[in-house]
């Protein structure tokens, strides 16, 4: 073999050679694609089956569900899991809280004794715009008629709003009230005894419905019997504080509501 014919054979080997690793190349590139199709075609079927039960699924069974569709979006499995964990952990508190229903209510009794007289202490209770002057939680309270109020409070660091209306008031013997808010609501309530001439007890009874998530927590733990102890002793330190001092200050409304309706008025 001479030299031509030498580097004829080589030249016409090496194309042979390259010929072949493309030819791989293309066959491993077609299977690598059928791979991935089959891949796509069974997420597509399991998320069609997934989505068609999740209405009646679990926790797990959602979260696999937001897992799957992470990957069919092209996220990195690692995303995917994080998605399937999030959600699983979301379902599941959901579960445990109600989600978006109301939660279960909770039945409240309190009572302090206040070291004053019983219309005194009375009158304290319904100037309802001191409130927040010596009240913790709540920072305002706007009373549009004598049967209406409009109350803010704090509930943990977020605000709450509420509206109550006042279905029965009797001087110096109770108060009746019925609320509505997005975030739950209360109806109770506050009755007036007296003791001995100076010292009057005060019996605290709510109805408490929790709806958002920091109130049904905190219901869990009974937080709001503690709070409205709480509230209750800063109460009756205002009266033995204030406005036992100084009594001729303190004017409270001294109307009568009964079925929501004004029936007498002070004079």
Known sequence: MNFRTGLAAG??????????VLSARRLGRRMLDGLVTRIERRLEREARRLTAKVENAGPLGKAALAGLNALREGKSPFRALLSFGWT???ETLAGIFGGGRRGKPTNIVEQTDVGAPRR????QWTRFQDYPSFMKKVVSVDQASDEKLNWKAKIFWSARTWEATITEQVPDEHIVWRSKGAK?????TVSFHELTPDLTRVLLVLDYHPAGLFERTGNIWRAQGRRARLELKHFRRHVMTQALLHPDEVEGWRGEIRDGETVTTPK
Not at 120 to 123: F, K, N, T
Not at 184 to 188: D, E, K, R, S
């Open 11 to 20: 030249t016409a080997a090496g194309a042979s050679g390259a010929l072949a």
């Open 184 to 188: 739950g609501h209360v109806n109770g």
């Open 120 to 123: 005194l202490v009375y009158d």
């Open 88 to 90: 699983a952990l979301k």
